[in-house]
């Protein structure tokens, strides 16, 4: 693919070189540089990718991204492009490398401090039983069909989310859930992609330390990104952070808890255990009217299905389906 066509949605500046060359892949790490790819110089907490951009030319990148001023003078016949942040413009170029597979998917982002793996599997479950293939990114592992590959990280790199989606969707999964970290959303991971649905569940203080996050305002800041970039937020409204998190959405608001001033509540919780089975029930309330059975206990399964339930009427589901999987 040329590489004026890579950096089509970004601003930039040529300093060396020509954006008509031809890229033959996307590389952020200097160890795996391969003939004509276009690397990008990624500055993380240990390392700086800019230390290594002339290497690159020697190995035989076609060209290099970059975000400083340097001198291109040991860059000769290799294309340099300077953009302002190279983590940011490395999201957008892999999405254009994929060809775009978010726009192909119906994509559901979920992000805080608990809850975001059970959520995942929790709506994937609700959504496949009802007929529509999904694919799932997360924590453990990630999900496409029968296929089930470890993760490494939460929210992976830009690069694999883009080519996970591209996976998904020649697979003919028609949606994808993903858990998208607070540090996944500063590293700008899922940069290029317009949520059709962003999940906030909680908010604790679990990630403030080195490497992490340096304050509760820049946790709740990070996690708030979601909802500059997607089109529905479904929120926990018993949560303390839940404004501070929205603050400058861009997005419609769904929201979800026990208050029945919530979109979707819930009421009349019980708990039972009988024939060797343990779960709750409760009455769904709100946007909804429906009798729910979980085959899980505490409070905690109660908010995760109240989210799946939010999520799974964009799909116009129908509801036995949806009680039936949410029951098992």
Same mark, same amino acid.
């Given at each position: 693919?040329?590489?004026? %066509?890579?950096?089509?949605?970004?601003?930039?500046?040529?300093?060396?070189?020509?954006?008509?060359? @031809?890229?033959?892949? #996307?590389?952020?790490?200097? *160890?795996? +540089?391969?003939?004509? $790819?276009?690397?990008?110089? #990624?500055?993380? =907490?240990?390392?700086?990718?800019?230390?290594?951009?002339?290497?690159?030319?020697?190995?035989? &990148? &076609?060209?290099?991204?970059?975000?400083?001023?340097?001198?291109?003078?040991?860059?000769?016949?290799?294309?340099?492009?300077?953009?302002?942040? %190279?983590?940011?413009?490395?999201?957008?170029?892999?999405? =254009?490398?994929?060809?775009?597979?978010?726009?192909?998917?119906?994509?559901?982002?979920?992000?805080?401090?608990?809850?975001? %793996?059970?959520?995942?599997?929790?709506?994937?479950?609700?959504?496949?039983?009802?007929? #529509?293939?999904?694919?799932? +990114?997360?924590?453990?592992?990630?999900?496409?069909?029968?296929?089930? %590959?470890?993760?490494?990280?939460?929210?992976? @790199?830009?690069?694999?989310?883009?080519?996970?989606?591209?996976?998904?969707?020649?697979?003919?999964?028609?949606?994808?859930?993903?858990?998208?970290?607070?540090?996944?959303?500063?590293?700008?991971?899922?940069?290029?992609?317009?949520?059709? +649905?962003?999940?906030?569940?909680?908010?604790?203080?679990?990630?403030?330390?080195?490497?992490?996050?340096?304050?509760?305002?820049?946790? #709740?800041?990070? /996690?708030?990104?979601?909802? /500059? !970039? $997607?089109?529905?937020? +479904?929120?926990?409204?018993?949560?303390?952070?839940?404004? *501070?998190?929205?603050?400058?959405?861009? $997005?419609?608001?769904?929201?979800?808890?026990?208050?029945?001033?919530?979109?979707?509540?819930? /009421?009349?919780?019980?708990?039972?255990? @009988?024939?060797?089975?343990?779960?709750? /029930?409760?009455?769904?309330?709100? *946007?909804?009217?429906?009798?729910?059975?979980?085959?899980?206990?505490?409070?905690?399964?109660?908010?995760?299905?109240?989210? &799946?339930?939010?999520?799974?009427?964009?799909?116009?589901?129908?509801? @036995?389906?949806? !009680?039936?999987?949410?029951? !098992?």
């Amino acid at each position: 693919m040329k590489l004026e %066509t890579l950096l089509e949605n970004l601003s930039y500046e040529v300093v060396t070189g020509s954006t008509d060359v @031809e890229i033959s892949d #996307i590389i952020m790490d200097s *160890r795996n +540089i391969t003939k004509d $790819c276009l690397f990008t110089a #990624i500055i993380g =907490a240990n390392f700086d990718g800019h230390d290594y951009a002339a290497q690159a030319g020697e190995q035989g &990148a &076609a060209a290099v991204l970059i975000s400083k001023d340097m001198d291109v003078t040991d860059m000769k016949g290799m294309t340099v492009v300077k953009v302002a942040d %190279t983590r940011y413009a490395t999201a957008l170029i892999c999405a =254009a490398y994929f060809g775009y597979p978010a726009k192909e998917l119906f994509t559901i982002g979920i992000t805080g401090t608990k809850g975001k %793996t059970t959520t995942t599997y929790m709506i994937k479950n609700v959504l496949e039983a009802c007929g #529509i293939q999904t694919g799932l +990114i997360g924590t453990i592992e990630t999900v496409i069909g029968s296929s089930h %590959t470890p993760s490494a990280n939460t929210t992976p @790199e830009s690069y694999v989310v883009q080519k996970t989606f591209r996976e998904m969707a020649d697979a003919g999964c028609k949606a994808v859930v993903m858990e998208v970290s607070s540090q996944g959303l500063m590293l700008h991971r899922t940069a290029g992609i317009t949520f059709d +649905i962003g999940v906030f569940t909680n908010l604790e203080k679990d990630h403030i330390g080195p490497n992490e996050h340096t304050c509760m305002e820049n946790y #709740i800041e990070c /996690k708030g990104l979601l909802f /500059k !970039q $997607c089109k529905t937020g +479904i929120v926990n409204m018993d949560d303390e952070h839940m404004e *501070r998190v929205l603050l400058g959405h861009t $997005c419609e608001i769904e929201t979800y808890g026990l208050s029945e001033k919530a979109d979707f509540c819930a /009421k009349n919780i019980s708990y039972y255990h @009988e024939a060797g089975k343990i779960g709750t /029930k409760y009455e769904a309330c709100g *946007r909804v009217d429906e009798h729910i059975e979980l085959s899980m206990p505490g409070l905690f399964s109660v908010y995760n299905s109240l989210t &799946a339930i939010a999520v799974c009427r964009h799909f116009q589901v129908p509801v @036995e389906h949806m !009680q039936q999987a949410l029951k !098992q």
